[in-house]
């Protein structure tokens, strides 16, 4: 007998939902299809995985390194499969494989080179594929000399985390020093590296299966929001809307020369930062994404089968997909609890915050995102609308777009905190002044800082909440 192990999801969490358990089903049904006995260990009860007619046999244990070594020497597997369950079982492969057990698909070498992130910023500098700027620092004196060259803002990345925890975007010294004194990111074993944060870009996703080293099928998709939110509270299109046709390109060549370098066999996830038609890398993940239940059914085509077929030695043929072709687009928004937690800070950022998602289809790229807004619980405004932006950037592109003006013309009445009151009147959009909770409405002598700011601005989103207000917090959701 053929026996091979695919593990779970785990417990559903932020980082990791059913979108997981769509991929260690598909990969369970279709290793039973090819003649093999497939093995799930999961430890969730809400998981189709752990249905009872599903595998063939089924152990209700933890995630864990102990529990796996336990199961595999009493079943003797041919392998494991650590790449459809997410961030968890990647987790363990390092480890199953020094105690010799055979991970199946892409090498553990390979694993570790995109989890470390100071090994993957190496890969990329060998490759010559294009990075934001960044240094691998053990003190918090490296920290900030890297911090003085490069400049603010700057994101520091720990290795081996689930869904961007422990990342953070730092602005200035004082919040590098509380944020690397107060959380526990330095690691002996996975060194934390920091980069340069690029404001105001687009961020795109590749998620791809790959067989020794070569592409087999692949999809692009892109966010409506810019990057520096977390993929996974990001609303993505696709077919990908608003890219060059050389973005595109360099994407895909991007991807095609990682996949080799790698030699991935399976499903892997790169992220990629685009502005002014410069691609940089932001990550490799060499396991399924989130992504990949969406993927597959706009495409039609299960990802997952193709990766489980590759992964066990299995020919393959690439599926035809023509993106120019689908007269339709599909639209994936999150879903979030901010109203069920109590004193929760609505606000999205490079640590991941939804807990589900759902996907629509319209005929344009409008139609789609107004179901998917829709469907994820979003109120339609009625009559009035707050405005609050806060760079310039993201008043000019509110009012360049036109979003401001067509607002006005459906009807709706804009009010507007006093910055952007400011900028709204003077470019010829009225609106009325609306202040932010716990600010006097006398004059101050000086400018506020941006730490006051950030806390105004904080109180404002929790007195919305407390009301059961909507938000829209990238101003390219607004038009």
């Known amino acids: 007998e053929s026996r091979i192990i695919v593990l779970g999801c785990g ?46 046999r089924l152990y209700f244990e933890e995630l864990s390194h102990e529990r796996v070594m336990d199961i595999s020497e009493l079943e003797t597997p041919r392998g494991v499969v650590v790449s459809v369950g997410g961030q ?52 918090l004196e490296e920290a900030r000399r890297f911090c003085t060259v490069a400049g603010y803002p700057v994101l520091v990345r720990p290795s081996y985390v689930l869904s961007g925890a422990a990342m953070r975007v730092v602005t200035n010294d004082d919040e590098l020093d509380i944020f690397l004194k107060t959380a526990a990111v330095v690691s ?49 299109l696709l077919p990908a809307q608003r890219l060059f046709v050389e973005t595109h390109r360099r994407v895909k060549s991007i991807s095609q020369k990682l996949c080799k370098a790698l030699k991935i066999s399976g ?15 932001i990550e490799c993940n060499l396991r399924a994404s989130r992504s990949m239940p969406f993927i597959s059914k706009t495409y039609n085509v299960n990802f997952i089968e193709l990766a489980t077929r590759i992964m066990t030695g299995f020919p393959v043929h690439p599926a035809i ?23 929760s800070d609505p606000r999205l950022g490079v640590e991941m915050s939804s807990t589900g998602e759902v996907a629509c289809f319209g005929v344009n ?36 777009t036109g979003a401001a003006k067509q607002l006005q013309e459906m009807g709706f009445s804009l009010f507007a905190t006093k910055s952007t009151s400011e900028y709204l009147s003077k470019h010829g959009v009225s609106c009325s002044l609306v202040y932010k909770p716990l600010i006097k409405r006398a004059k101050r002598a000086h400018p506020p800082s941006s730490r006051e700011d950030g806390h105004d601005d904080q109180c404002a989103r929790f007195h919305g909440l407390q009301r059961n207000d909507r938000w829209l917090q990238n101003a390219s959701g607004c038009h």
């Open 188 to 236: 002996r074993d996975h060194p934390v590296v920091i980069s340069k944060y690029i404001t105001g870009a687009k961020e795109v996703e590749m998620d791809a299966i790959g067989n020794e080293g070569e592409l087999v099928n692949y999809a692009i998709a892109e966010h409506i929001e810019n990057a520096g939110v977390h993929s996974g509270d990001a609303t993505l």
């Open 11 to 56: 417990p559903y969490r932020i980082g990791s939902s059913v979108e997981f358990d769509w991929c260690s089903v598909s990969c369970v049904r279709t290793l039973r299809s090819l003649g093999h006995k497939a093995i799930v260990i999961n430890c969730n009860p809400e998981t189709v995985s752990t249905d009872f007619d599903e595998s063939n």
């Open 88 to 139: 968890t079982p990647n987790n363990l492969a390092l480890g199953l494989h020094r105690c010799g057990i055979r991970i199946l698909g892409t090498s553990v070498e390979a694993i570790d080179a995109c989890e470390d992130r100071n090994k993957f910023s190496q890969l990329c500098d060998r490759l010559r594929v294009d990075q934001p700027e960044w240094s691998e620092f053990a003190t």
């Open 321 to 343: 997909i023509q993106p120019m072709d689908i007269d339709y687009v599909a639209c994936k928004c999150p879903m979030f609890s901010f109203g069920r937690l109590k004193n």
């Open 365 to 400: 790229v409008h139609e789609a995102f107004l179901k998917g807004m829709v469907a994820a619980n979003f109120k339609l405004p009625k009559k009035n609308i707050v405005i609050s932006l806060g760079p310039n950037s993201a008043k000019h592109e509110f009012v360049s």
């Open 267 to 281: 499903p892997f996830n790169i992220q990629f930062i685009c502005k002014d038609n410069e691609v940089k890398v």
